[in-house]
């Protein structure tokens, strides 16, 4: 075993140990059957959270195109609602997020998941209100008309109104900007088409944790260190848009993590059904995951602000001005994906990756699981045999692809579990 292997290794067995305590009760209340009313309402025989996750997805991505720091604040207000009603029905044996609407357990769940899903939808994307409205039309004319029928609507309509009220003035899309540096170290934008946008997530609002100040990163490697050195050497050889010793497979794994059609959707409801969650199972799973990994950006973002670094293009190609002797300027190098428009430390990615696969553990109880995910921009499906290999693979595929140094990708890990055990901690819990 190498000793860079190793140390991925001793970097997530940290991540892990630091759950133990927390992954013995998730064994034990997270997927265990809860009180709910799902199993005993009629209705369409498939799943309404899974099938309303692929609605939001169609109206995020496919119409909106959103951007990932934008995709995971509309995955959140979505899945909340929905977490919220169908808690609400089951006679809230959880935590709510934000309410939990009147019940009285007879409220039709597929009707209560259409009426979240579609309100919140419509509220964050009003120009897609008549295709979403024959949507939620087509939903509910698969329900039989009654009372709990209505019920269902109600209670879903409740808990989609308190989640746009609570995020309305919540700092999405503000203002903000990044800061553009000169000297060696400071961001500058990046080729080829040197743009700057998103700072505003840094400053948004988060969902579950209290704020950002007790979320911090340590510095990233000075430029005169030989931990510097040794992270611009290896992205600057493996990379390159022209390296000769990345392989196909790291090229492909690059690719795929760096898909703006999120392999992590499918993953998620491919859980959900492998894992044979019910419906409020799934609503809790679906919730806790895209809450946390939106805070999780939140967090990452608001220290890319603070620490404003250099991404790997801007750094190799000014490698004479870093005053460390181990490295050496490339002003023709090129990454072998577009860099994204902001501040290279930490990475964004491994911050989401660090808490979605530390919350899979905890709400399992288990890391040996096996998934896979698609993805367009690569043309492959990649195979994965535990969390925790899935979370090893993309700090390295972001070195892969150039766009980050690996110190990034290792403390944007960190950060994302220390984000999620915040959240497990304090929110979603069991009441009974």
Request: hydrophobic fraction near 40%; aromatic fraction near 10%.
């Amino acid at each position: 075993m190498t000793s860079r292997t190793q140390r991925r290794r001793t970097i997530w067995s940290r991540i892990i140990s630091a759950t133990i305590a927390l992954g013995s009760l998730g064994a034990s209340t997270m997927t265990g059957p809860a009180p709910s009313a799902a199993a005993a309402i009629p209705g369409t025989g498939a799943n309404p959270v899974i099938t309303w996750d692929l609605n939001a997805q169609t109206a995020i991505w496919d119409v909106a195109a959103q951007q990932p720091n934008e995709q995971v604040r509309s995955f959140a207000m979505v899945n909340g609602a929905v977490y919220d009603a169908l808690n609400a029905i089951a006679g809230t044996p959880y935590q709510p997020y934000l309410v939990a609407p009147p019940s009285n357990g007879t409220e039709s769940v597929d009707a209560a998941v259409a009426a979240a899903a579609h309100d919140v939808l419509a509220a964050l994307f009003p120009g897609q209100r008549e295709r979403l409205q024959a949507q939620y039309d087509a939903a509910l004319s698969m329900i039989r008309d009654g009372r709990s029928k209505q019920g269902g609507i109600r209670v879903g309509a409740r808990a989609a109104a308190a989640m746009v009220t609570a995020r309305q003035d919540d700092g999405a899309y503000g203002d903000q900007q990044w800061r553009i540096g000169t000297r060696p170290g400071q961001w500058q934008p990046t080729p080829p088409l040197f743009l700057s946008q998103g700072a505003w997530t840094g400053h948004m609002r988060p969902f579950l944790i209290p704020g950002v100040s007790t979320f911090r990163t340590p510095e990233p490697p000075r430029l005169t260190s030989s931990a510097y050195a040794r992270d611009l050497n290896e992205v600057k050889a493996v990379g390159s848009a022209t390296s000769t010793v990345r392989t196909r497979d790291q090229t492909e794994a690059a690719l795929w993590w760096h898909d703006r059609r999120s392999g992590s959707w499918e993953i998620k409801r491919q859980l959900a059904t492998t894992q044979r969650l019910d419906t409020l199972q799934t609503a809790r799973f679906f919730a806790m995951t895209d809450l946390i990994v939106a805070d999780s950006g939140v967090a990452c973002f608001n220290q890319k602000d603070f620490w404003s670094y250099w991404r790997p293009v801007t750094a190799i190609h000014q490698a004479d001005t870093d005053g460390n002797p181990r490295t050496a300027a490339d002003p023709g190098w090129q990454s072998l994906l577009v860099t994204p428009p902001f501040p290279e430390y930490p990475s964004g990615h491994a911050c989401g990756t660090g808490a979605r696969m530390s919350l899979y553990r905890y709400f399992f109880g288990r890391d040996d699981i096996a998934f896979s995910g698609s993805s367009v921009d690569s043309g492959t499906t990649r195979q994965f045999t535990s969390f925790s290999q899935a979370l090893d693979e993309l700090i390295a595929a972001r070195v892969w692809g150039g766009v980050h140094f690996r110190t990034a990708d290792v403390e944007g890990a960190k950060l994302g579990a220390e984000v999620y055990r915040y959240a497990v901690r304090h929110h979603f819990r069991p009441l009974r």
